[in-house]
C-alpha cells in the first residue's frame, strides 16, 4: 500500500496546477461562461500537446499507458481554477469507451485527433424519464441492410453542442427497460436528421438536447457488440462518478481552503470570525469530510480499473455518496461562513457551488448510489474485516 | 499509488487466519461469535496465548519483545483479530504505558515493567483526569510533594478504567504549582495494589459493568525511581500518549464487525413472513453506513500508508478519532434498532425473551456512548483541528 504520487505523478500535477494559476485561472471561466461555446478550442489543442488527454490511453493508441489516477489527479487540479474544457465527456466517457470498445478503425479516426486535442468527443445516454437507470433506453435503431437508422431524443449531453463525434446508446432490440438490446454508435455531429440544441447549465458549463430524426448511421460506427451496451456503458458511467469525484474533490479543497483564509480575516465584534467555537468546530468539520472526499476520491479512482465490477461499484457509489452528502457539507458550510457575500454572482465561492451541485448529481446522486450498493451481492455477504 | 497487497502479505494473513483460527479456545470462540461481553479471566487467558505465540506486542521494538512487523503486516494482524471477533486486550500496558517507557524509561525501567507487560502478569491502568480536570487536562491537582526518595501523593484520580484489576497504575501528578500550568506536570508509576493510601472504588457505568473506577491517594509514597522523564516535564509524555491513543480508539474494524453484527441480527428479526434484512429502508440506512465505513477505513489506510514511510500521525488522527467514534455509535444505534422490541432487554432478561446474540448489544450500546467522550472528547479533537492544523485565532 502506497498513496504518495511518483515523481512522474507529481511533475503532471505540478505541470497543471501551474497552467491552471498562470492560464486559466476562475476568471477565465467567469468570461467563458458568458460565450456561446463555453470553452475555447485552442486551449483545448495546448492541454493535447502537453499530453493531458492522452495519459490513461494505451500507447499503441497515441496514449502514455497510464491508469485512471493519472486522468483524476488531472482532474482535481483542474477543479481547482473550474477549467471549463471537456475534460470529462470527451476523455473519461467518450475517449474511454473508444479506446476500450473500438476496433483500429474508430480509435484512429475517433480516439487519435482527440488525444491530440484536434477534436472533442461527448457520451448521449441520459433521456427525459431514464433518470439514472440505464437501461432505460427509448432511442430506437432499426437495422436495414448494412445500416441503422436512430429515432429518438437525449437530454443533458454533455459537450453534446461542440462535440465533433458522439457516443449514443440507442437500442436495437427489447423494450423500454430491458438490459439486453442496448447498443452503443458513435454519431458524426454533422450527421443529416441529427438537431443539436445548445442547453446552458447552472454551471455555467454547455451541454445539448439531441433530437435524432431518422438518422443514419453505418454498421461499422456500432461501438462493442450489438445488444450488449449496457455493461460498458456501466463501466464508463462509474468513470464518469469517479471523475466527477476527482474534479469534486479539487473545488471542494478550494472552497474549504478559501472559506478558511475567509474566517482569519473577516473580522466582526473587533475580532477574526475565526476565533468563535462555533464557527471553529464547523471548520473543522468541513477538514473533516474534505479529507473524506480525498480518501474516498483515490478510492474510486484506484478502483474503477478494477476488472471485479462488483469490487468498482462498491467502492465507486461510496465515492459519490461521499461527494454528494460530505461535500455538500462543505461546499453549504463554505456559503454560509462567507455570509451575504457568498450568495453574490461576483464572489468565485458561488461558481464553485454551482459546478459541485452539477457535480453531485451526475452519473447518479447519492440515493441512487445508496440504492445501488444494497443491492450488490456483497451487501448480504458478511462483512469481513479485510474489506 | 497502489492499494493492493504483496503476495507475502495475503500470505501472512492466511497464516494469522488459520493460527487465529486453531488457537481460539472454544469457549472463547463461542462468545465472540454470539457478541458476548469477556469476562476479565477469558480476556487474560487470551492474553497468554498471545504472548506465548510471541505475537502480543505486534507494535513495539523487537528487541524490547516486538514482532518485528512492519506497518502493513500489523495492520493485517489487527484487522484479522477483529474478523475473529478476539477479545479486545488492555489497551494500557501493550498500547500506552509500553511504548512510553520504551521510548522515555530509563534501562532500569525497562527491565523491571516491560517483560511484565508483555506476560500479562502485570495489569496496568491510567490515572489522568481528576474531578475537575477532564478536558483541561492541564489543571490536575493529584499533588506530589518530594520527602526524602518518595513522592508523597494526595488527591483523587477519576475515570481510571478497570483500576480494581490493575497492578500498576500511571499517572500524571502536580509538583509545580507556578507558571503555566502545562509546566508543573510529572509523570509517574504507581504500585496500585501494594501501596498503602491508595483505595480504589470501582463504579457502575450505564453499561451495566464495573468499567469505571476512581482511585484516592492520601499520603501514598511512591518511590522517585518511578518518575518516567524529569520533574514537571510530564505535560510532553501526556500528549505523545494522548496521540498514539487516538489512533487506537477510533475503532474503525470494530465498526465494521458492528455493521456485519446489525445485519445478523435484522436477518434473525421476523417482519411478517420475511425479515427486517428484507426491508428497503434498514437496507438504505445500513448501505449509508457501510459506506461511511469504507471511508473512514480508507482514510485509516492512508494514515498507516504514511506511517510505513515513517511519518508519524500528527493532528490527521484526530478525524480517525472524531470519525471513526461516530461510526461506531451509529453502529451500535443501528444493530439497537435492528432489535425492535428485544431492544428493551437487558443483560438479565429472561433467556426465553432475548436471544443470545442479543443479550450484549444494550450494554455495548450504552457503554459505547463513551467513545465521543474518552481520549479527548470529540470537540476537544476539533479544538485540535483548528488549533494544529487549519490554525484559527483564539478566542
Not at chain 2, 367 to 372: E, F, I, P, V
Request: charged letters at 25%; proline letters at 4%.
Amino acid at each position: 500500500m502506497n498513496f504518495d504520487l511518483s515523481e512522474e505523478q507529481q511533475m503532471i500535477v505540478d505541470a497543471v496546477a501551474k497552467f491552471v494559476a498562470n492560464d486559466s485561472p476562475v476568471e477565465r471561466f467567469r468570461k467563458l461562461r458568458d460565450t456561446e461555446r463555453g470553452w475555447e478550442a485552442p486551449m483545448w489543442e495546448r492541454m493535447g500537446e502537453y499530453g493531458w488527454l492522452g495519459v490513461a490511453f494505451p500507447e499503441a493508441q497515441g496514449g502514455f499507458s497510464g491508469r485512471f489516477v493519472d486522468m483524476a489527479l488531472i482532474l482535481e487540479q483542474l477543479g481547482r481554477g473550474l477549467v471549463p474544457e471537456p475534460y470529462i465527456p470527451s476523455v473519461v466517457l467518450a475517449g474511454g469507451l473508444i479506446s476500450r470498445f473500438g476496433t483500429a478503425e474508430q480509435v484512429e479516426r475517433y480516439l487519435a485527433p482527440m488525444i491530440e486535442g484536434q477534436a472533442s468527443l461527448a457520451l448521449a445516454y441520459a433521456e427525459r424519464q431514464s433518470r439514472y437507470n440505464l437501461s432505460d433506453c427509448l432511442t430506437r435503431a432499426t437495422k436495414s441492410g448494412g445500416a441503422y437508422t436512430l429515432d429518438g431524443e437525449k437530454v443533458w449531453v454533455l459537450n453534446g453542442h461542440a462535440a465533433d463525434s458522439i457516443v449514443v446508446a440507442a437500442r436495437t432490440s427489447g423494450e423500454q427497460l430491458d438490459a439486453e438490446g442496448l447498443t452503443l454508435f458513435v454519431v458524426d455531429a454533422d450527421a443529416r436528421g441529427l438537431t443539436r440544441t445548445l442547453v446552458k447549465g447552472m454551471d455555467g458549463q454547455r451541454t445539448a438536447l439531441l433530437r435524432f430524426d431518422a438518422v443514419e448511421v453505418d454498421a461499422e460506427r456500432v461501438l462493442g457488440d450489438e445488444g450488449r451496451g449496457l455493461e460498458p456503458l456501466e463501466w464508463a458511467i462509474d468513470r464518469g462518478a469517479a471523475a466527477a469525484c476527482a474534479e469534486g474533490l479539487g473545488e471542494i479543497q478550494e472552497l474549504f481552503e478559501r472559506t478558511v483564509a475567509y474566517l482569519k480575516e473577516r473580522q466582526q465584534f473587533g475580532v477574526p470570525i475565526g476565533s468563535f467555537q462555533a464557527l471553529q468546530h464547523r471548520a473543522a468539520d468541513m477538514f473533516i469530510e474534505t479529507e473524506l472526499c480525498r480518501s474516498t476520491a483515490i478510492l474510486a479512482a484506484i478502483q474503477v480499473d478494477s476488472e471485479d465490477p462488483a469490487e468498482r461499484k462498491a467502492d465507486v457509489s461510496a465515492a459519490k455518496v461521499q461527494l454528494s452528502r460530505g461535500g455538500w457539507f462543505v461546499q453549504a458550510s463554505s456559503i454560509q461562513l462567507f455570509g451575504g457575500i457568498g450568495v453574490t454572482d461576483e464572489q468565485d465561492e458561488g461558481l464553485f457551488f454551482k459546478r459541485l451541485r452539477v457535480l453531485n448529481g451526475l452519473f447518479g446522486d447519492a440515493d441512487h448510489h445508496v440504492d445501488r450498493f444494497h443491492r450488490l451481492p456483497r451487501f448480504e455477504a458478511e462483512l469481513r474485516a479485510s474489506d | 499509488m497502489d492499494m493492493s497487497f504483496t503476495p507475502e502479505e495475503i500470505a501472512f494473513r492466511e497464516e494469522v487466519r488459520q493460527w487465529l483460527q486453531e488457537a481460539m479456545p472454544a469457549a472463547i470462540r463461542r462468545k465472540a461469535d454470539n457478541g458476548g461481553v469477556f469476562e476479565r479471566a477469558e480476556t487474560a487467558e487470551w492474553h497468554k496465548i498471545l504472548y506465548q505465540k510471541g505475537w502480543i506486542a505486534p507494535n513495539w521494538p523487537k528487541e524490547c519483545g516486538g514482532t518485528g512487523w512492519d506497518v502493513t503486516r500489523r495492520f493485517i494482524f489487527g484487522e484479522e483479530l477483529v474478523r475473529a471477533n478476539a477479545p479486545e486486550l488492555s489497551p494500557f500496558g501493550l498500547g500506552m504505558v509500553g511504548p512510553l517507557l520504551i521510548q522515555y524509561g530509563t534501562d532500569e525501567q525497562k527491565q523491571r515493567f516491560l517483560p511484565k507487560i508483555l506476560s500479562g502478569d502485570e495489569v496496568w491502568c491510567q490515572g489522568y483526569s481528576e474531578p475537575n480536570a477532564g478536558s483541561d487536562l492541564a489543571s490536575l491537582q493529584l499533588r506530589a510533594d518530594k520527602d526524602g526518595d518518595d513522592y508523597i501523593l494526595n488527591g483523587q484520580k477519576t475515570w481510571t478504567t478497570y483500576a480494581q484489576y490493575a497492578d500498576w497504575i500511571f499517572l500524571l501528578c502536580r509538583t509545580g504549582f507556578e507558571g503555566r500550568k502545562q509546566e508543573g506536570i510529572t509523570f509517574l508509576l504507581a504500585d496500585i495494589r501494594n501501596t498503602e493510601g491508595i483505595t480504589v472504588n470501582p463504579f457502575l457505568t450505564t453499561g451495566g459493568t464495573l468499567a469505571f473506577a476512581e482511585t484516592w491517594f492520601q499520603d501514598a509514597r511512591v518511590p522517585q525511581r518511578n518518575r518516567v522523564g524529569p520533574e514537571n516535564g510530564g505535560w510532553t509524555m501526556a500528549k505523545a500518549l494522548l496521540g498514539h491513543e487516538r489512533t487506537l480508539i477510533g475503532g474503525v474494524a470494530e465498526s465494521g464487525r458492528w455493521i456485519a453484527f446489525a445485519k445478523r441480527i435484522a436477518r434473525g428479526t421476523k417482519v411478517g413472513t420475511g425479515s427486517l434484512f428484507d426491508d428497503p429502508t434498514f437496507r438504505r440506512r445500513t448501505a449509508r453506513l457501510e459506506m461511511r465505513h469504507r471511508a473512514v477505513t480508507m482514510a485509516n489506510y492512508r494514515t498507516l500508508a504514511a506511517a510505513q514511510l515513517g511519518r508519524a500521525p500528527g493532528a490527521e488522527s484526530s478525524i480517525l478519532k472524531i470519525v471513526g467514534t461516530e461510526t461506531q455509535q451509529a453502529a451500535t444505534e443501528l444493530a439497537m434498532d435492528a432489535m425492535g422490541h428485544d431492544a428493551l432487554g437487558w443483560l438479565d432478561s429472561a433467556p426465553e425473551a432475548l436471544p443470545e446474540h442479543e443479550r450484549g448489544v444494550a450494554s455495548q450500546f450504552n457503554y459505547l456512548r463513551a467513545a465521543t467522550i474518552y481520549g479527548g472528547s470529540n470537540e476537544i479533537q476539533r479544538n485540535i483541528i483548528n488549533k494544529a492544523i487549519l490554525r484559527l485565532p483564539n478566542a
